[in-house]
Every structure is written in structure tokens, then in C-alpha cells.
């Protein structure tokens, strides 16, 4: 075996400030390894290459939910928060803040390079090219971390030669036609991965406490949402059915809360709301979706296993962010969506309106119902021969009844989610409405797509569905599909068209509002809210959603909000001026 632990220590020497056409590359460092001629055919190899990348994917996952979530409408800074956090919450972002650093996105994809350019593809076993297994998870990975810059920046800066020395920096920096903007991208990272979209992926069991398979993005995944930021939606709806049906995903009944808000009888209050069901079992129900066993619907992640068995690795710092600092917590925009939600509740009896989301308040959110001021920062072992300090919380000094996000830091919950099937599902009902299938598109938050509803015009017009379709979520794998909306208000829980809608561009509209809110509510906090709320707008820029969502978080910014055009939610990029 090469020495390919020392490889990806040495590669992130080559540190990279990318910044405008005369000084696009620099290298901190002098330190570099000559290692053009280390081809990479073995299986240890292929182990280490590809365990060296998902080291440095650590770099990027509390940026991923920052960038993500702070400058959304959901997420919002405590008094405790720091001048960077502050300037990301307010949008008024300046160069030097630590999050818009580019450098970190750079070692990713240049370890990616090295991969793909060294791997000796041309091995055959048992009628295989065992290593373009390898070979298709780095340009995966290279492809999301592309995808970042050009959706957070609007541009970057293009190459695909893993750089090993100055004087390859000094050569590639000079060459002005490197740097492309977010559509040229898009456009080069689809023929990337469109000839590597059904290679199969290696099986390396686990790494540190996590499955390997759960390390890996979809190739899928990732072409449907190319395809919807290209707003080409029957290739979008054709990628996301292939990840859901290759993969086996589904928004599975059993993790549903099965019980709706009733009136005031046989209930348990919880602030506001009034829940049938103890809030550990409803807690239970929802979070067992983020741990690490077999109803994992986290398909995709960025794991933080602590090992230098793969070189450095890098700390989670999300669960100081949202608890132990307590720097960011749910906005009162958030609370105002999953507090008051309504829902008309249906039973073979009667429809009745109820209001509050499980899914918030008490699984994602919590409120402090105690606090720790008494506690002596001081503790001593068993014996009390010795003294050890326990951290101090500062979330714990906060009054009672403050709201704070309960996701991160939990025993089996350090890692970051970069794909999940249940928002393959919604990205999915975002293409199909988009192509004039709002009913179809709703039926997905409603009662799920499966035999049973593909074929009821009750939630589906049957204009919209053909043979395909029938046959697709026809499969048997697909029995226990249940509506996303479900989730949060039970079982019995249905959203309904307006009764003003007359036109069917009305009722696609429609539906991509419910969307744009249903995503949120499902997925808050895990690092998805800024972007979705970016591409529902470039589906339709009068609408401007995210400028909404924003004049919601802060409503005497309205019109500042509304006035900015696409290309004004970039951020700055590191170095120009």
C-alpha cells in the first residue's frame, strides 16, 4: 500500500486563495508532495483515496448549514452570536467573514483531482473495472463541492488537475478562462456525471460508527437538482424517481406521528398546542429518522469520525452553534410556521381545522425548562482524587422557556445531511408540478405516492398520470409511502387546493408555495432552506420567494428584500475588490 495517509496530509499544504483573474491562485505554504507518478491500483489504495476526501468534506459541513440556514428565513442569531454569525443573519456580508473563505471547498476538490486523475481505472475484477467505483465517488463529491461555490458565489473557479506544486499554481493562475459563472457550472458538472450516473459504488462496510453506503452522494440526487436549476423538469423527475427507486427510499408510514391535534378531551398540553401523544414518543418517532440504523433516511452525509487513520480530521462545532453557545436558534419566523400551521384534519365523520407542527416544537425544537446557573463548573470523579471541568452551557443561562434547536449533538446524531429521501420525494413533487402535475405533486405531502394513491382521483386527476407513472409507484417497495405532511399532524392530515384557483398555472403555483413552506418545515436547520428558496425563485423570479421568506424574517426590510435580483444573493468572493 502507498503511503496515502501522508498523501492527504500533504495535499492540503497546497492551500489555495482564489480570488480575481489577475491573482486567481496563491499557495500558503512551500510545502508540497511530487506525486504525479503515484497511480492509485489497489484495493488499499481505493480505501484510503476515497476515506482522504470524506476527511476533508468535514471541512465544509458547519459552512454547509450555515450558509444554508442562517441566511435563510428559519435560522436566526442569539445576543450571544459573534460578528460573523450576525453578518450572515442580517445578509450584510462582508469579504473577511470566516464563513465565505473559499480555500476549504478548493482542498476538497483538489483532493478529488488527484483521485480521479491517479485512479487506474482499467483493473478488471470479476468482469469489473473495480476501481471506477472509486473514480465515480470522487467526481461526485468534486461535483457537489463545485455545485456550493457556484450556487454561494455565482462563479468559480474551474479546474480538474489535482495541483501538487507552485509551479503548477503559478501556470493555472494565470489562465483567466478557468473561473466560470454558476450556469456554466451547472452545464459542465451534467456531462461529468451523466456517463458515471449507474456505476456502482464501493462496499467498504463501515468507517469509524458509519455505514460506508451512507457516505456516498447519488449521482442521481445530484442530476436532478442540476436539472432543476437548468429548469429542464422531466429530466429532474427522471433523476429523482431513479434515486428513490435504485436506492429504495421511501417517507415510510412508520415514522409518521399517527395522531392528530383534538380538542381539549384525553389530551396532553404542550405550550400552546395540545398533543394526544406523549412528546417522547413523538420525538421518538421523528428523530429515529437521524440515527444510524436501518430507517435512516440521511442517504448522504458528511460524517465526522475522528480518526487520523485518513489524515486530520476536523470537529463538529454545530451542536456548540445551536446549544453549548448558543449562538443561532430558531427565528420567530420559524416558530410562527410550526406553532400556528394549520391543517384540516379529515375523519369518516367530520373535517376539522388544527393548527401546530410536531416536526418543530417538540422534535427539532425544545424549550429550556431548566437551567444550570446552581452547577459549579468544577466536578469531581468517583473517588474525588481528581478534579475535571465540565464545560459550561451556555444555553442553560438562558431564561426559562427559551426556544433553542435540539438536532445536533445528540449520541448518534454528528454528522451533516447533504441528500435524504424524503426531500428527493418534495424535489421531486417541485418537477412534476413544474411539468403540470400539481395534483400529483401534492399528493406526495398529502398521502404519499404509492399504489393506493397513484390510482384515486380523490388526491390525484387522472389527466395527469399515464401508464409510466402507474407502473413506477405501482412497486411493492412503495406500499409504505406516506405523506411528508403527516409528519408533523398525523395521519388523517390533508392540504387542499384553494377553491379560488381557476387556471392550471393557478394551481401549480399554488402547489410550489405549499412546496416551498413544506420543505422547510421538514428539513429546517439541516442546511437546505437558502438554496431551496433560491431555485423556487429562478423557476419563477416575479414571485421572488426568497425575498418573501426574508421580508418574513424581517419585515421592515421588505422592500430592500424584494428589489434584489437573482445575482444579488451571492456572496462576495474572497479577494476581490
Not at 406523549?278 to 421518538?284: G, R
Not at 435540539?406 to 448518534?412: N, V
Request: glycine share 4%; hydrophobic share 35%.
Amino acid at each position: 500500500m502507498k503511503s496515502l495517509r501522508y498523501l492527504f496530509i500533504a495535499l492540503p499544504l497546497l492551500a489555495f486563495s482564489l480570488v480575481s483573474c489577475e491573482k486567481m491562485l496563491s499557495v500558503s505554504s512551500n510545502g508540497f508532495l511530487y506525486a504525479e507518478d503515484n497511480t492509485l491500483d489497489s484495493p488499499n489504495d481505493s480505501l484510503y483515496s476515497v476515506a482522504g476526501i470524506l476527511a476533508k468534506m468535514q471541512l465544509l459541513g458547519d459552512r454547509y448549514v450555515m450558509l444554508g440556514e442562517l441566511r435563510a428565513d428559519m435560522m436566526d442569531v442569539t445576543h450571544n452570536a459573534t460578528e460573523p454569525f450576525r453578518e450572515l443573519s442580517s445578509l450584510h456580508i462582508s469579504a473577511d467573514n470566516p464563513f465565505v473563505e473559499v480555500n476549504d471547498y478548493y482542498v476538497v476538490i483538489n483532493h478529488c483531482n488527484y483521485v480521479i486523475q491517479h485512479m487506474d481505472t482499467s483493473i478488471m475484477v470479476a468482469g469489473e473495472r473495480y476501481m471506477k467505483r472509486e473514480y465515480a465517488v470522487a467526481k461526485a463529491i468534486r461535483a457537489w463541492t463545485y455545485l456550493q461555490l457556484a450556487l454561494n458565489y455565482g462563479k468559480a473557479f474551474y479546474f480538474e488537475e489535482p495541483i501538487l506544486t507552485v509551479e503548477q499554481t503559478q501556470r493555472i493562475s494565470k489562465d483567466a478562462s478557468l473561473m466560470k459563472t454558476k450556469d456554466e457550472i451547472i452545464d459542465l458538472l451534467v456531462d461529468e456525471l451523466l456517463p458515471i450516473e449507474n456505476v456502482n459504488y464501493p462496499a467498504y462496510g463501515s468507517i469509524s460508527k458509519y455505514s460506508s453506503g451512507s457516505l456516498f452522494l447519488s449521482v442521481h440526487y445530484l442530476l436532478g437538482e442540476l436539472y432543476l436549476w437548468r429548469n429542464e423538469y422531466a429530466k429532474a423527475a427522471a433523476q429523482y424517481y431513479a434515486y428513490i427507486n435504485d436506492e429504495s427510499k421511501k417517507v415510510d408510514v412508520n415514522n409518521r406521528c399517527t395522531q392528530h391535534l383534538l380538542t381539549e378531551s384525553n389530551t396532553r398540553t404542550r405550550g400552546t398546542n395540545i398533543y394526544q401523544t406523549e412528546t417522547a414518543v413523538v420525538t421518538a418517532k421523528w428523530l429515529r429518522l437521524f440515527d444510524l440504523g436501518s430507517e435512516n433516511e440521511a442517504s448522504a452525509v458528511i460524517a465526522y469520525y475522528y480518526t487520523i487513520a485518513f489524515g486530520e480530521f476536523t470537529n463538529c462545532n454545530l451542536v456548540n452553534y445551536t446549544k453549548n453557545k448558543f449562538y443561532v436558534a430558531p427565528s420567530q419566523r420559524a416558530l410562527d410556521l410550526y406553532l400556528n400551521k394549520t391543517y384540516d384534519s379529515f375523519t369518516s365523520e367530520e373535517s376539522v381545522s388544527t393548527t401546530g407542527d410536531l416536526r418543530g416544537y417538540p422534535c427539532m425544537i425544545r424549550k429550556l425548562t431548566s437551567n444550570a446557573e446552581f452547577i459549579d463548573p468544577w466536578d469531581f470523579d468517583e473517588d474525588e482524587s481528581k478534579m475535571a471541568q465540565v464545560p459550561y452551557i451556555d444555553l442553560y443561562k438562558e431564561e426559562l422557556g427559551t426556544y433553542y434547536i435540539d438536532f445536533y449533538g445528540r449520541e448518534e446524531q454528528d454528522y451533516v445531511i447533504l441528500q435524504r429521501a424524503t426531500l428527493g420525494y418534495l424535489r421531486y413533487a417541485e418537477a412534476v408540478n413544474r411539468m403540470g402535475k400539481p395534483t400529483l405533486a401534492l399528493a406526495v405531502v398529502n398521502r404519499g405516492l404509492k399504489s393506493s394513491t397513484i390510482s384515486d382521483s380523490l388526491y390525484i386527476n387522472q389527466n395527469e398520470v399515464d401508464s409510466t407513472l402507474k407502473a413506477q409507484w405501482s412497486l411493492a417497495k412503495f406500499d409504505d409511502n406516506c405523506g411528508t405532511v403527516t409528519r408533523g399532524q398525523g395521519a388523517t392530515q390533508r392540504i387542499l387546493f384553494r377553491t379560488d384557483l381557476v387556471t392550471l398555472q393557478d394551481s401549480i403555483e399554488f402547489v410550489e408555495e405549499v412546496l416551498i413552506e413544506e420543505m422547510g418545515l421538514e428539513s429546517a436547520f439541516q442546511g437546505n432552506r437558502f438554496h431551496d428558496l433560491q431555485r423556487m425563485t429562478h423557476h419563477r423570479p416575479e414571485a421572488n420567494y426568497i425575498g418573501e421568506a426574508l421580508s418574513a424574517k424581517f419585515p421592515s426590510r421588505r422592500s430592500e428584500f424584494m428589489a434584489k435580483g437573482e445575482g444579488d444573493w451571492y456572496l462576495p468572493y474572497p479577494g476581490e475588490e
